[in-house]
């Protein structure tokens, strides 16, 4: 195999070791069968010559009784061991495919907030999906036929010795170039198919984008354009396939001339032989055919060698994601801690997305656990970003951020998200009922527990106008819901998973007066005894927080209470009187 000189980094010994040898059991009853399988095919040339040589020359009508029974069952045996090898082998493949999808779903979705905003959603998809799909080749039937193959061809090739050294040797000439130039062949495509990976999730990626932001797009009116970006990738993607079918095609022709070469060689040599007598008719015919039997799985090796190079490829793609490290270190977030209070203080924090441009600078603030912490200022100013700092969704780069008194860089994430509560402005709802989606956090919750969060963020105010209540269907990204209800949706939702510290990003939509009667009041009972960080938007969350944070450029540049900041008349004062951001 041409694999192991083109540099990857998925080595042969290295996909032995993690997929070929823990399905040990798989692959050699497969090769078992596969030989099996392909020497029951052997009978049936070889009984050829038996029957032109012995069986018609004198009229031997009980050898031909026995040569039909041993073809009838080495046919049987054919079809039932490549029925057994099917099921066996592509069924495990199948399985291993799965395992996959979910190791690398599972190790995404717990990589830091940072990769996945440099990362298409799409593209990840695609990952997830596609990269993985060619081991089928590695444990299924791909391989097994390869080495099938290799096999059926030696013990052809024994055979062919055996009747005619001479025109067996004149077969291997062309035979062996053939297989210089498909070796040669896949060491260049296999950088191919590493691309078309790539190639296609950007492409399914760009797709995904389009369909998801269908709204603005035709809004905009901006079809053509979102239709020639797409045109682009796949001709991108065209051009690579075209270029691996070019090196496949070449291979495919270079066996298809040099095979037939040899065949008009041994129908000369062969010919002058029977004339000459050195060979019997019976020999002549089993040789052509073993020679059948011999060059078939070296052209299919064509076909079997671009699927193997298409599964490193895969797996070499999968590799990279798999070494990204994850976002919770067991070696560093040691501390494990049961149930939080919720005393959260900042000491002069930095954090900055890229190096040496600092977008949060010296915050220093604390919040008392059951405390309510408004952040206000102007866009852009470093809300959402100290926000993703207390969710540690983000790391300080200088400066500490604590949870009753524990550092919060070492404390075991799922320990501490486990009492974390999220409300962002554009929720996440997924395709699903209400009931669903208010319970993704606790699937296991008590219908009562359910009930009275429905009640609390006033959902059943919306729900019990619809024929369905609860179970009605919102459709992808709570599209079939309005803004307001969407909220409450999400409120309901926090309020069920009951956390000790929120996170709230106010919605900005200006909602009628009833909608925002509701959301108010159900804010309220939300954020009641939990220490809350609220990006707040609404005069009334405002003034019901025991502090407000104004940040300007990523500092803090003034604290207090709602009067306290109006009768200072600082910059509270200007974003309240002109209502830049509040
Ligand atoms: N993922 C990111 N990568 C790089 N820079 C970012 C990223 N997210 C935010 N920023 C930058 O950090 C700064 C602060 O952004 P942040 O989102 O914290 O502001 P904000 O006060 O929440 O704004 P808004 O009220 O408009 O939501 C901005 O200048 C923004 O461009």
Redesign the pocket.
């Known amino acids: 195999m041409t694999k192991t000189k083109i540099p990857g980094k998925v080595s042969l010994a290295k996909v032995f070791k993690t997929i070929i040898w823990p399905r040990r059991k798989h692959v050699f009853i497969g090769l078992a069968l596969i030989v099996i399988s392909r020497l029951s095919g052997l009978v049936l040339p070889w009984a050829s010559k038996y029957l032109v040589d012995d069986v018609i020359p004198s009229n031997n009508f009980d050898l031909l009784k026995w040569l039909i029974i041993a073809v009838s069952v080495a046919v049987t045996i054919q079809a039932v061991t490549s029925f057994a090898l099917t099921q066996i082998l592509s069924v495990e493949a199948q399985n291993l495919i799965s395992k996959l999808r979910a190791q690398v779903q599972a190790h995404i979705i717990r990589l830091p907030i ?1 990769f996945f ?1 440099n990362a298409k959603t799409g593209e990840l998809v695609s990952r997830v999906m596609t990269d993985v799909e060619g081991v089928r080749n590695l444990v299924g039937t791909g391989l097994a036929q390869m080495v099938g193959g290799v096999l059926t061809s030696l013990i052809c090739l024994v055979l062919l010795v055996y009747i005619s050294p001479l025109m067996t040797l004149y077969v291997l000439l062309p035979v062996s170039i053939f297989g210089l130039i498909s070796l040669k062949a896949f060491g260049k495509i296999r950088p191919i198919f590493r691309e078309r990976g790539k190639l296609n999730a950007e492409v399914t990626g760009r797709l995904t984008e389009t369909l998801g932001g269908i709204r603005v797009i035709k809004g905009f009116n901006a079809e053509d354009q979102e239709t020639k970006t797409f045109e682009e990738g796949v001709n991108r993607l065209f051009l690579n396939v075209k270029s691996s079918l070019t090196a496949t095609s070449f291979v495919t022709s270079a066996a298809t001339f040099l095979l037939g070469l040899a065949s008009a060689g041994i129908m000369g040599i062969g010919g002058y032989m029977i004339m000459d007598e050195q060979l019997s008719f019976g020999d002549f015919l089993a040789f052509t055919l073993l020679l059948g039997f011999m060059i078939a799985p070296i052209l299919q090796m064509s076909n079997i060698g671009s699927q193997l190079t298409e599964a490193f490829a895969g797996l070499d793609r999968t590799e990279e994601l798999m070494n990204l490290p994850l976002e919770e270190d067991p070696g560093k977030r040691n501390i494990t801690i049961p149930e939080i209070r919720g005393d959260v203080e900042f000491t002069q924090v930095d954090f900055a ?2 190096e040496g441009h600092d ?2 600078k010296n915050i220093s603030f604390k919040a008392r656990a059951g405390t309510v912490t408004a ?1 206000v ?12 700092l207390v969710a540690s969704f983000l790391n300080p780069t200088k400066g500490q951020i604590t949870i009753d008194g524990h550092d919060l860089s070492q404390i075991s994430l799922s320990s501490y998200r486990g009492q974390l509560g999220v409300v962002l402005q554009d929720d996440f709802l997924f395709e699903g009922t209400i009931r669903e989606n208010i319970m993704f956090p606790r699937p296991d919750a008590s219908e009562e527990a359910l009930q009275e969060a429905v009640k609390a963020a006033y959902v059943n105010q919306f729900t019990d106008q619809f024929e369905m209540g609860l179970e009605t269907v919102i459709g992808e990204r709570g599209i079939k819901l309005s803004g307001g209800q969407r909220q409450r949706l999400a409120i309901a939702r926090a309020i069920l998973a009951d956390p000790r510290t929120l996170i709230l ?1 106010e919605a900005t939509s200006n909602l009628d007066a009833e909608s925002e009667h509701f959301i108010q009041a159900s804010l309220k009972r939300l954020m009641h005894g939990r220490t809350t960080f609220v ?1 707040a938007h609404r005069l009334s969350t405002i003034r019901q927080a025991d502090q407000i944070l104004v ?1 300007e450029k ?1 500092q803090i540049v003034e604290r207090g209470k709602h009067e306290e900041l109006i009768s200072s008349q600082g910059r509270y004062y200007d974003l309240y009187t002109y209502q830049a ?1 509040i």
């Open positions: 940072r905003d997305y890229e977008v949060v952040l200022g102007s866009s852009g100013s470093g809300k959402t970003t100290i926000s993703g990003d990006i940040i990523g951001r």
